[in-house]
Protein backbone atom coordinates (compact mmCIF):
# COMPACT_ATOMS: atom_id res chain seq x y z
CA UNK A 1 0.00 0.00 0.00
CA UNK A 2 1.08 3.68 -0.61
CA UNK A 3 2.03 5.83 2.06
CA UNK A 4 1.68 9.41 2.55
CA UNK A 5 5.18 10.93 3.11
CA UNK A 6 4.86 13.10 6.71
CA UNK A 7 7.58 15.62 5.32
CA UNK A 8 5.27 17.17 3.46
CA UNK A 9 2.06 17.95 5.39
CA UNK A 10 2.67 21.78 5.41
CA UNK A 11 0.97 21.21 1.68
CA UNK A 12 -2.21 19.93 0.04
CA UNK A 13 -2.04 16.18 -0.75
CA UNK A 14 -3.88 14.71 -3.15
CA UNK A 15 -4.77 11.06 -3.19
CA UNK A 16 -6.18 10.17 -6.63
CA UNK A 17 -7.20 6.66 -7.86
CA UNK A 18 -6.47 4.73 -11.34
CA UNK A 19 -5.80 8.00 -13.46
CA UNK A 20 -5.92 7.99 -17.46
CA UNK A 21 -3.21 9.46 -19.53
CA UNK A 22 -4.48 13.04 -19.19
CA UNK A 23 -5.33 13.29 -15.68
CA UNK A 24 -1.27 11.77 -15.46
CA UNK A 25 -0.65 15.17 -16.77
CA UNK A 26 -1.97 17.33 -14.96
CA UNK A 27 -0.59 15.68 -11.35
CA UNK A 28 2.91 16.72 -12.98
CA UNK A 29 1.86 19.68 -13.73
CA UNK A 30 0.16 19.95 -10.27
CA UNK A 31 3.82 18.70 -8.17
CA UNK A 32 6.59 20.22 -10.58
CA UNK A 33 5.11 23.85 -11.28
CA UNK A 34 2.71 24.06 -8.29
CA UNK A 35 3.85 22.47 -5.47
CA UNK A 36 1.08 20.09 -4.58
CA UNK A 37 2.12 16.51 -4.04
CA UNK A 38 -0.21 13.27 -4.97
CA UNK A 39 -0.51 9.32 -4.00
CA UNK A 40 -1.93 6.81 -6.68
CA UNK A 41 -3.73 4.38 -5.08
CA UNK A 42 -4.08 1.17 -6.42
CA UNK A 43 -7.52 0.76 -5.02
CA UNK A 44 -10.49 2.22 -4.11
CA UNK A 45 -9.89 0.43 -0.52
CA UNK A 46 -6.32 1.72 -0.66
CA UNK A 47 -8.13 5.04 -1.23
CA UNK A 48 -10.44 5.28 1.13
CA UNK A 49 -7.67 4.30 3.95
CA UNK A 50 -5.32 6.41 2.90
CA UNK A 51 -7.89 9.06 2.79
CA UNK A 52 -8.63 8.95 6.40
CA UNK A 53 -5.42 9.65 7.70
CA UNK A 54 -4.95 13.15 8.69
CA UNK A 55 -2.23 14.14 5.86
CA UNK A 56 -4.73 13.75 3.29
CA UNK A 57 -6.15 17.08 2.78
CA UNK A 58 -8.00 16.50 -0.88
CA UNK A 59 -8.92 13.73 -3.29
CA UNK A 60 -8.91 13.73 -7.04
CA UNK A 61 -11.23 11.81 -8.97
CA UNK A 62 -11.36 11.00 -12.85
CA UNK A 63 -15.01 10.18 -14.33
CA UNK A 64 -13.76 8.39 -18.14
CA UNK A 65 -16.26 6.12 -19.82
CA UNK A 66 -16.57 4.07 -16.09
CA UNK A 67 -18.70 6.30 -14.79
CA UNK A 68 -20.50 3.80 -12.21
CA UNK A 69 -17.19 2.78 -10.44
CA UNK A 70 -16.17 6.25 -9.88
CA UNK A 71 -19.46 6.91 -8.33
CA UNK A 72 -18.92 4.20 -6.29
CA UNK A 73 -15.74 5.25 -4.70
CA UNK A 74 -17.07 8.70 -4.43
CA UNK A 75 -19.66 7.17 -2.48
CA UNK A 76 -17.70 4.74 -0.30
CA UNK A 77 -15.42 7.81 1.01
CA UNK A 78 -17.93 9.76 2.03
CA UNK A 79 -20.13 6.79 3.62
CA UNK A 80 -16.52 6.27 5.69
CA UNK A 81 -16.70 9.54 6.90
CA UNK A 82 -14.10 11.12 4.30
CA UNK A 83 -14.78 14.91 4.86
CA UNK A 84 -12.06 16.49 2.72
CA UNK A 85 -12.65 18.19 -0.32
CA UNK A 86 -13.04 15.69 -3.57
CA UNK A 87 -12.67 17.45 -7.12
CA UNK A 88 -13.93 15.28 -9.70
CA UNK A 89 -12.58 16.05 -13.77
CA UNK A 90 -14.58 14.33 -16.50
CA UNK A 91 -14.23 13.82 -20.12
CA UNK A 92 -18.02 14.47 -20.28
CA UNK A 93 -20.02 18.06 -19.48
CA UNK A 94 -23.17 17.09 -18.87
CA UNK A 95 -25.30 18.92 -16.25
CA UNK A 96 -27.01 15.18 -15.33
CA UNK A 97 -23.70 14.11 -14.77
CA UNK A 98 -22.83 17.04 -12.95
CA UNK A 99 -25.75 17.07 -10.66
CA UNK A 100 -24.92 13.56 -10.05
CA UNK A 101 -21.51 13.79 -9.15
CA UNK A 102 -22.13 16.78 -6.77
CA UNK A 103 -25.53 14.59 -5.40
CA UNK A 104 -23.08 11.23 -4.63
CA UNK A 105 -20.26 14.01 -2.15
CA UNK A 106 -18.18 15.41 -4.73
CA UNK A 107 -17.01 19.39 -4.10
CA UNK A 108 -16.29 20.39 -7.50
CA UNK A 109 -16.95 19.03 -11.17
CA UNK A 110 -14.66 20.19 -13.96
CA UNK A 111 -13.56 19.44 -17.16
CA UNK A 112 -10.82 16.98 -18.03
CA UNK A 113 -9.38 20.23 -20.42
CA UNK A 114 -8.59 22.37 -17.06
CA UNK A 115 -5.21 23.85 -16.59
CA UNK A 116 -2.78 22.64 -13.68
CA UNK A 117 -2.93 26.29 -12.85
CA UNK A 118 -6.52 26.66 -12.48
CA UNK A 119 -7.08 23.33 -10.61
CA UNK A 120 -4.32 24.47 -8.19
CA UNK A 121 -5.62 27.30 -7.47
CA UNK A 122 -9.65 26.08 -7.19
CA UNK A 123 -7.50 23.05 -5.11
CA UNK A 124 -6.57 25.29 -2.51
CA UNK A 125 -9.58 27.80 -2.56
CA UNK A 126 -11.59 24.74 -1.36
CA UNK A 127 -8.87 24.08 1.27
CA UNK A 128 -9.36 27.58 2.50
CA UNK A 129 -12.91 27.50 2.78
CA UNK A 130 -12.53 23.21 4.73
CA UNK A 131 -10.09 24.77 6.66
CA UNK A 132 -12.00 27.87 8.19
CA UNK A 133 -15.30 25.64 7.70
CA UNK A 134 -13.76 23.61 10.47
CA UNK A 135 -12.79 25.78 12.60
CA UNK A 136 -15.93 28.09 13.12
CA UNK A 137 -18.60 26.06 12.46
CA UNK A 138 -20.45 24.10 14.31
CA UNK A 139 -20.03 20.64 13.10
CA UNK A 140 -23.65 19.25 14.69
CA UNK A 141 -27.02 20.20 14.52
CA UNK A 142 -29.79 19.28 16.21
CA UNK A 143 -33.89 20.08 15.85
CA UNK A 144 -37.25 18.45 16.38
CA UNK A 145 -34.91 15.16 17.96
CA UNK A 146 -32.89 14.99 14.92
CA UNK A 147 -29.15 15.14 14.81
CA UNK A 148 -26.88 16.17 11.95
CA UNK A 149 -23.29 15.36 12.47
CA UNK A 150 -21.80 17.12 9.05
CA UNK A 151 -18.22 16.04 10.12
CA UNK A 152 -18.86 12.14 10.45
CA UNK A 153 -21.62 12.13 7.62
CA UNK A 154 -24.02 10.93 10.21
CA UNK A 155 -27.51 11.50 10.48
CA UNK A 156 -30.19 10.26 13.61
CA UNK A 157 -33.67 10.72 14.88
CA UNK A 158 -33.67 9.75 18.71
CA UNK A 159 -30.37 8.12 18.48
CA UNK A 160 -31.37 5.60 15.45
CA UNK A 161 -29.38 6.33 12.25
CA UNK A 162 -30.98 7.90 9.50
CA UNK A 163 -29.53 6.62 6.59
CA UNK A 164 -29.41 9.42 3.15
CA UNK A 165 -27.06 10.76 0.31
CA UNK A 166 -24.42 13.12 0.60
CA UNK A 167 -26.40 15.89 -0.58
CA UNK A 168 -29.49 15.23 1.41
CA UNK A 169 -27.24 15.70 4.70
CA UNK A 170 -25.62 19.05 3.39
CA UNK A 171 -29.14 19.83 2.55
CA UNK A 172 -30.60 19.04 5.93
CA UNK A 173 -27.67 20.46 8.08
CA UNK A 174 -28.25 24.27 6.54
CA UNK A 175 -31.95 23.52 7.03
CA UNK A 176 -31.58 22.82 10.93
CA UNK A 177 -29.25 26.22 11.07
CA UNK A 178 -33.17 28.11 11.53
CA UNK A 179 -35.75 25.14 11.86
CA UNK A 180 -38.97 26.48 11.41
CA UNK A 181 -37.68 29.46 9.10
CA UNK A 182 -37.12 29.26 5.01
CA UNK A 183 -33.98 29.06 3.58
CA UNK A 184 -33.47 30.76 0.30
CA UNK A 185 -33.67 28.57 -2.46
CA UNK A 186 -30.13 30.35 -4.21
CA UNK A 187 -28.21 30.23 -0.61
CA UNK A 188 -29.23 26.17 -0.94
CA UNK A 189 -27.68 26.29 -4.38
CA UNK A 190 -24.42 28.14 -3.52
CA UNK A 191 -24.33 26.18 -0.41
CA UNK A 192 -24.26 22.55 -1.84
CA UNK A 193 -23.07 23.05 -5.44
CA UNK A 194 -21.14 26.51 -5.14
CA UNK A 195 -22.90 28.42 -7.24
CA UNK A 196 -26.51 30.07 -7.67
CA UNK A 197 -27.76 27.09 -9.88
CA UNK A 198 -26.20 23.97 -11.63
CA UNK A 199 -27.65 24.55 -15.04
CA UNK A 200 -30.77 26.87 -15.76
CA UNK A 201 -32.72 23.80 -16.52
CA UNK A 202 -31.22 21.44 -14.42
CA UNK A 203 -33.98 20.17 -11.58
CA UNK A 204 -31.35 19.19 -9.59
CA UNK A 205 -32.44 20.44 -5.94
CA UNK A 206 -35.70 19.33 -6.43
CA UNK A 207 -34.71 15.93 -6.82
CA UNK A 208 -32.40 16.47 -4.29
CA UNK A 209 -35.51 17.85 -1.95
CA UNK A 210 -37.55 14.31 -2.86
CA UNK A 211 -34.76 12.43 -1.88
CA UNK A 212 -34.29 13.95 1.51
CA UNK A 213 -38.39 13.66 2.18
CA UNK A 214 -37.84 9.96 0.90
CA UNK A 215 -35.48 9.86 3.47
CA UNK A 216 -36.79 11.03 6.50
CA UNK A 217 -40.09 8.99 5.43
CA UNK A 218 -38.47 5.50 5.26
CA UNK A 219 -37.11 6.80 8.73
CA UNK A 220 -40.56 7.25 9.88
CA UNK A 221 -38.92 10.85 11.41
CA UNK A 222 -41.90 12.87 11.98
CA UNK A 223 -40.48 16.34 10.09
CA UNK A 224 -41.28 17.57 6.52
CA UNK A 225 -39.29 19.49 4.13
CA UNK A 226 -41.90 22.54 3.32
CA UNK A 227 -41.64 24.29 -0.10
CA UNK A 228 -42.50 28.25 -0.06
CA UNK A 229 -43.72 29.03 -3.57
CA UNK A 230 -40.14 28.20 -4.98
CA UNK A 231 -38.05 30.48 -3.62
CA UNK A 232 -36.73 28.11 -0.98
CA UNK A 233 -37.61 25.39 1.69
CA UNK A 234 -38.21 24.91 5.52
CA UNK A 235 -37.72 21.74 7.94
CA UNK A 236 -41.13 21.62 10.38
CA UNK A 237 -42.68 19.83 12.32
CA UNK A 238 -45.04 17.27 10.43
CA UNK A 239 -47.87 19.00 11.71
CA UNK A 240 -46.64 22.63 10.68
CA UNK A 241 -45.56 21.90 7.61
CA UNK A 242 -48.82 19.78 5.90
CA UNK A 243 -50.71 22.98 4.79
CA UNK A 244 -47.07 24.19 2.95
CA UNK A 245 -45.36 21.24 1.58
CA UNK A 246 -45.98 21.02 -2.63
Known amino acids: MSAIPHDQTDTPFLLCHDPPPWLRLLLLGLRHYHRVPHVVCDSAAELTALAAQPQCEAVLLAIPSRKAAAFAILQ ?13 LSESRSTRLLAATMEAGADEFL ?18 RHRLASRAAPLVRTAFDLCCDIQHLRVSWQGHPVPMPPVCRKILFL ?10 REV ?8 RSPSRTSNAMPVAMNRLRTALK ?7 IATHHSSGYSLQRA ?8
Open 76 to 88: SLREAGCTVPVLV
Open 218 to 224: AAGVPVR
Open 175 to 184: LMERPGQMVA
Open 188 to 195: LMQFIWNR
Open 239 to 246: EAAASQEA
Open 111 to 128: PHTVLAVELAARLRARLR
